[in-house]
């Protein structure tokens, strides 16, 4: 009897543990749901477009309070002002939030001798409630969202840029070009390698598939002609 109540009590404890790191886990940690596409364009003093992007973003960003909380925030198109500037050779993307409360630049270059662009330096500011001071991030070494000149590029699956250990952004549904820019409209799109990958997995599921049904018919072909075989010699 005193085995059971002792193995009661033991159950008991894990279960209160358990239950105190999820919730512990749930005041830290603050989900937030896929983000809404929104387009961002910039435009010349002529009024036409020479940077294209649409697509969903994501803040992530870690900061001590009490203990370490990570503030997961994703950015609303329709609160989101979006300004910068085209030059020959670099593109500028900032994007304000918040009230300016929260700052995003990002900022693409493009290489004229092999004629590929990509996002090179990515900086956040923010300023959110229950931050102590404002957090800022800054990453001048990125090799991301990379592509033609002409082209758009383009990404369907979910990517993360880190920033800082205690920052990164995740992109949704991405297509962006920033040098090129043709008619205010996207050039043909150069999709990511995740993109690619997730059309081959079908592709080969699916060869494979029907290579074991090819395989099962002929053996099934074979055992029955063996079988029709040993009829006729009785």
């Known amino acids: 009897m005193t085995q059971i109540v002792g193995v009661q009590s033991w ?9 105190s790191a999820a919730a512990r886990t749930s005041a830290v940690l603050q989900t937030s749901e896929q983000p809404e596409r929104g387009h961002y364009n910039i435009t010349n003093s002529n009024g036409t477009a020479c940077l294209l992007a649409y697509m969903g973003l994501q803040l992530n960003i870690s900061f001590h309070l009490n203990e370490t909380v ?10 989101t002002v979006a300004s910068g500037w085209c ?3 670099s ?14 630049s990002l900022v693409f270059t493009l290489n004229a001798t092999t004629s590929k662009y990509q996002l090179s330096e990515v900086s956040l500011n923010a300023s959110w409630p229950g931050m102590k001071e404002p957090v800022s991030a800054k990453n001048s070494s990125v090799n991301f969202l990379r592509g033609t000149l002409g082209h758009s ?8 840029l880190t920033v800082s250990p205690n920052v990164s952004i995740n992109t949704f549904q991405v297509q ?3 040098f090129g820019v043709k008619g205010n ?12 990958d997730d059309m081959l997995i079908p592709i080969v599921v699916g060869a494979a598939l029907a290579g074991l049904v090819l395989v099962v018919l002929v053996a099934y072909l074979i055992g029955r002609k063996r079988s029709h075989a040993g009829y006729q010699t009785i």
């Open 176 to 178: 962006v070009q920033p």
């Open 91 to 104: 593109a500028v993307l900032l994007l304000t939030a918040d009230r300016e409360k929260t700052n995003l």
């Open 11 to 19: 159950c008991l404890g894990l279960m209160f543990l358990l239950s």
């Open 70 to 79: 990570q503030e997961v925030v994703n950015l609303k198109p329709n609160e």
């Open 185 to 196: 409209q996207f050039g043909t799109a150069e999709e990511c390698q995740l993109d690619v």
């Open 87 to 89: 030059e020959a050779e």
């Open 153 to 160: 590029y383009m990404c369907r699956e979910e990517q993360t």
